[in-house]
């Protein structure tokens, strides 16, 4: 008995170590597995409203939006959002390069702190997909 108490004990343990703090492509910090593939990003030759406008619409579509922010650090070329889409933190970064060419950020995480890969590019691609629509 003694033995699988300890044995939880260095599990929860390990658990924490591994997990740590870590920024999202908004600024914003949540925890998380470090050093972990999580984001994508694309660029687009359009205007920052467009494709701002185009990400709302796909986490919309396939989850739930909660916020949407400008970060306080940048001006009013940069927008996010974040928002839920099967049980995973999901923010979307947009960000004007130049008055062309607008590039948009997708990082996915589990609840847990793992990236979800997968979904961060499947999100990407739809966000191009709305643009052409």
Same mark, same amino acid.
């Given at each position: ?20 703090? $870590?920024?999202?492509? !908004? %600024? ?7 050093? *972990?593939?999580? !984001?994508? !990003? ?20 396939? %989850? $739930?939006? *909660? ?8 001006? +009013?070329?940069?927008?996010? $959002?974040?928002?839920? $889409? +099967? ?8 960000? #004007?390069? +130049?008055? *062309?060419?607008? #590039? ?25 997909? #709305?643009?052409? *629509?």
């Amino acid at each position: 008995m003694k033995m699988k108490i300890l044995a939880a004990l260095a599990g929860v343990a390990t658990a924490a170590a591994v997990t740590g703090c $870590v920024s999202t492509v !908004s %600024g914003t910090r949540t925890a998380a597995v470090p050093f *972990q593939r999580d !984001s994508v !990003s694309g660029r687009y030759q359009r205007t920052l409203p467009e494709v701002y406008a185009a990400a709302k619409t796909v986490l919309q579509r396939d %989850g $739930v939006l *909660q916020t949407e922010f400008i970060p306080h650090d940048t001006t +009013n070329t940069v927008r996010s $959002v974040f928002g839920k $889409v +099967n049980q995973r933190d999901v923010w979307i970064r947009v960000e #004007q390069v +130049n008055p *062309q060419i607008t #590039q948009v950020t997708v990082e996915a995480r589990t609840k847990w702190g793992a990236g979800d890969i997968d979904l961060t590019h499947e999100l990407e691609k739809e966000i191009a997909l #709305q643009l052409i *629509q």
